[in-house]
């Protein structure tokens, strides 16, 4: 507006607020777009950094971000501490990040089977909420027999 343009001393400079928490600044040589940053943006941020653990207590504090976003970083996440070989550390958040999402829980035996690493998820599989397939806790079971004979 007049007033900001006056007020940072330019004639010259404009600032407009178009809404939506968008802002143009416009000088004669310069255009800055400013938006206005939300928790997902941030934690979009965060991942894309590497910084998977500051994007997962950020996950943690907002309550409102959309189950797509919570899967995303929990995913990531989980990745994260499994590239790393961070197996035990991974087996042990399972039940607090996955809870209830069957698919979610398959997906991740499946790939602690591929990686041999299934004698840590055998304490923490959930036998009752969710229920998985039979395969998977079949595949546990055999896999801990044999370390057993």
Known sequence: TAAA????????????DFGEFMYFIVSPKDIVVGRHRDTEDRISWFLAAGHFEAALAIAQADRSLPAAVWDTVVQAYLEYLTAAGQWAAAAAKLQ???????????????????ARQLPLLAPVLP????????????????????ELS
Do not use: I, M
């Open 5 to 16: 343009a006056a007020a940072a001393g330019s004639s010259d400079l404009v600032v407009e």
């Open 127 to 146: 036998t009752k909420h969710p229920l998985l397939h039979a395969q998977c806790y079949n595949l546990v079971l055999q896999v801990n027999r044999l």
């Open 96 to 114: 607090q990040l996955l809870k209830n999402q069957a698919a979610l829980w398959e997906r991740w035996v499946y790939t602690f089977a591929q």
